[in-house]
Every structure is written in structure tokens, then in C-alpha cells.
């Protein structure tokens, strides 16, 4: 999903930063309120941060032949909502960008909206869904990761799309052409993120029922 | 709920390694990574296009490109594990201390 550094055009690239930039000055000041007033979950966040360091690492191979990485937003989204995983999902994105040449500072807007804001935004709304239709609770966070994953590519594919728009087709072929690259490539990984999400969330619900309650409360009710 | 996580997880694997083993010999599988594939995708929608702005520092070699992949992930995994232990560990003190009472 990530859009290497200088190819979206400057309009673009700005366009996107500009769009990104709310999202980041409500989630650094939601940040900050739940690390003053929520000490206990400091652990848990830093796991959540550290879910999606891991998860965005791996690239793994896929039934296209070709390699691509889950987001790991899902899981933080889970417990923290999204616009808190908005600001973690920037730091990894701006860590792949200076470190990594994964990425790119002028693109930085554009990815970060991909994958944090679309991608957590989407988890967050299945995961609301989900509950109201009072689906099983695991089904509920792999379905809230897995399409969050996927979403995260659809939405870099329109990206693209928007920006390169093909000579014949316009947008709409470009996208198809882009979503042929990135979707496809990424149902695989979607699902291995939903499994990989539930793992985590189990062993968490095992060990720190109480401090995810205080998170899940819908949890209380349901765990065990 | 310890034989759901060991399914999980294998069903994991199973998902890298399939793709590996069915199409890796000989099935055309490259497996380059799908961001350059869409790089070279936008360079095949406009011929004309060329990147504005370089990478700020790029690795000087595959080899550190993964070095740093592989301290990202560690450094996830890290944080990840210290917090499942610590809880881990918190949940038998309090059992451990609930029993000698």
C-alpha cells in the first residue's frame, strides 16, 4: 500500500496531507487525554503500536506471486479506537519513509490516509457492526482486521487511480488496473491478519481480562 | 482456547506457505513486491512520468533494507511479548497469592 516517494503528483500529494492532517491533531489530542487519564492502558497501547510494527514488516508471499504486507491496524482499533491508530499508523508510516526508503514524506499524507484512516475507520465500523448484530466476538475482530487490510488497498488502488487515470479507460480503468496489482494480491493477507488478530486478542483476554474490559466493555459480559 | 490459538496460527503459515510451494518452481511466481509493481504500473499508464522527489536516505543495499525490516518487526515483537508476559506473569502472582491466603 505504500505509494513510493514522488509518485503522486504534487496536487496529490498535498491533497492528501491536507486531508490527513485533522485526522492526526484529533487523534495526538485523544492520545494524550487517554495517557493522562487511563495509566493502566499504557501497556496495551504500546502493544497496540507494537502489533502493527511487526505487522507491517512482514511482507509475505501471495497467490499472485508477488509479496505484500498486512497493516495490523485493526487490532489497536479494536481497543482504542481509530483516531488514536491514526497517529501509531503515522509513526510507522514516517519510520518506513526516513528508514526504510518504504514510502515517501511527500506521500506520507496519502498513506497514512490509506492505512490508518481508511483502514481504521472501516475496523472500527464492522467491529460496531458486529456488535449490534451481536455476531460471535472473535468473528467480529477477524472480520473488523481482515477488511480493514483489505480496505487499506482498495483505497491506495483509488489513489492511484485518481492520480494516473488511464489514457483509454480514465479513472475507472486505472483503477481496475491498480485494484488488479493491490486487492487481489491482498485477500490472503487480509485473512491471515484476521487470524493473527484473533491470536492476539486471545492470549490479551487470557492473561489481562481486566485491563481489556476496562477497553472491550462489551467484553466483560462475554469473556468466558 | 489454547487449541483455537494453535489453529490460528497454523492457519497462518498455511496462508504464506501455500502461495510459496504452489507457484514458487516454476509456476512464473517472482514474488517482487506489489508497491513496485504499481510503480512500474503508473510508469505503464504515463510514460512520461518521473518522480519529483527522491527518498530523503535510501539503504545502500538489499542486505540492510532487510536489516531494517527485521529490526522492525523484532522491535513490534518485542513490545508485543513484554506485554503479554508482564500480564502473564501478574495473572500467576495473583493466583499464587490468593492461594497461600
Sequence with gaps: ??????????????????ATLPFLVVGVKRLGDRLRNDPESRLVLAAA?????????LKLPSVTGSCSHPTGIGFGTVLFGPWIMTVVGFVVLLFQALLLAHGGLTTLGANCFSMAIAGGFTAWWIYRLGCALRLPFNLTIFLAAALSDLMTYVVTSL????????????????????LAVFAVTQVPLAISEGLLTVLVMNLLRTHASDVIGGLVPRLRGIAR | MKRQNILLLVGAIALAVVPLVMIGHGGGGAFGGSDDLATKLITAIEPGYHRWVSPVWEPPSGEIESLLFAVQASLGTGVVAYCLGYYRGRRRAQADHAATR
Aim: avoid cysteine; proline fraction near 9%.
Design chain 1, 49 to 57: 503500536g507494537g502489533f502493527t510494527f511487526v505487522l507491517s514488516a
Design chain 1, 1 to 18: 500500500m505504500h505509494i513510493m516517494e514522488g509518485y503522486l503528483p504534487a496536487g496529490h500529494a498535498i491533497g492528501w496531507s491536507v
Design chain 1, 159 to 178: 489513489q492511484l487511480a485518481l492520480a494516473f487515470p488511464d489514457p483509454v479507460g480514465g479513472v475507472p480503468g486505472s483503477a481496475v488496473k491498480f
